[in-house]
């Protein structure tokens, strides 16, 4: 399993970034099994649930993106979209996302960069 994140980059506060998470070497069907969701880690903090898509079924969002950020999924693409609006600087950090196999296996991909200037 590869997970390739990208979409990150440098956006003023009240800006819109749309990250992606592009799973290769899985077939649909896996695809379709896993939780998917995105983790935030800034510096000298822990890495935290940003929104995710959770085994039992729905979305699920922290509640300092609630209201701005999006997740969605397109299978046919095997890709995680999260769209996030009205950036504040507070959500600087490096953004990962995270797929977990039913029998609980994670992997992670290699994270990209949200930087929000004030």
């Known amino acids: 399993v590869q997970l390739q994140a990208s979409g990150g980059g440098l956006v003023q506060a009240g800006g819109s970034l749309t990250l992606s998470c592009k799973a290769s070497?899985?077939?649909?069907?896996?695809?379709?099994?896993?939780?998917w969701s995105w983790y935030r880690q800034a510096p000298g903090q822990e890495r935290v649930l940003v929104a995710g898509?959770?085994?039992?079924?729905?979305?699920e969002y922290s509640e300092a993106v609630k209201g701005r950020f999006t997740i969605s999924r397109d299978n046919s693409k095997k890709t995680i979209t999260m769209r996030m609006n009205n950036l504040k600087p507070e959500d600087t950090a490096l953004y990962f996302c995270?797929?977990?196999?039913?029998?609980?296996?994670?992997?992670w991909g290699q994270g990209t960069q949200v930087t929000v200037s004030s």
């Open positions: 995270k797929a977990e196999r039913p029998t609980n296996t994670v992997y």
């Open positions: 898509f959770p085994r039992t079924g729905g979305t």
């Open positions: 070497r899985m077939i649909l069907s896996e695809f379709i099994s896993y939780s």
